[in-house]
């Protein structure tokens, strides 16, 4: 069974910094893709940031220039660090991954966590 646990919201004031975490663990064969994304309230959830297992990014064009996505060295984490933080950033954040099994393959997703920016 794979799981993928984010950590790293709260709350933090406009302008600040706070990095998410996401880490995929189970029977994992290979992990494709990773990202993140999120839901506002009264939104529809968006990508945020996206990575694939060759290198390429993407990202939101709200959030260019002020997010960072990255792999880490064990290949089966992805971070996520925010910098200059607007209030329109808050929402529930979501970590995604294309995971391939030795039986299926396909999208997973962790539980969310939650990132407040507020003065």
């Known amino acids: 069974q794979v799981q993928l646990v984010e950590s790293g919201g709260g709350l933090v004031q406009p302008g600040g910094s706070l990095r998410l975490s996401c880490a995929a663990s189970?029977?994992?064969?290979?992990?494709?893709?990773m990202g993140w994304y999120r839901r506002a309230p009264g939104k529809q959830r968006e990508l945020v940031a996206g990575l694939t297992s060759g290198g390429s990014t993407n990202y939101a064009d709200s959030v260019k220039g002020r997010f960072t996505i990255s792999r880490g060295s064990a290949k089966n984490t992805v971070y996520l660090q925010m910098n200059s933080l607007k209030p329109e950033d808050t929402a529930v954040y979501f970590c995604?991954?294309?995971?391939?099994?030795?039986?299926?393959?396909?999208?997973?997703w962790g539980q969310g966590t939650q990132v407040t920016v507020s003065s």
């Open positions: 995604n991954a294309h995971i391939e099994t030795s039986t299926v393959r396909g999208d997973y």
């Open positions: 189970g029977s994992i064969f290979s992990i494709n893709a």
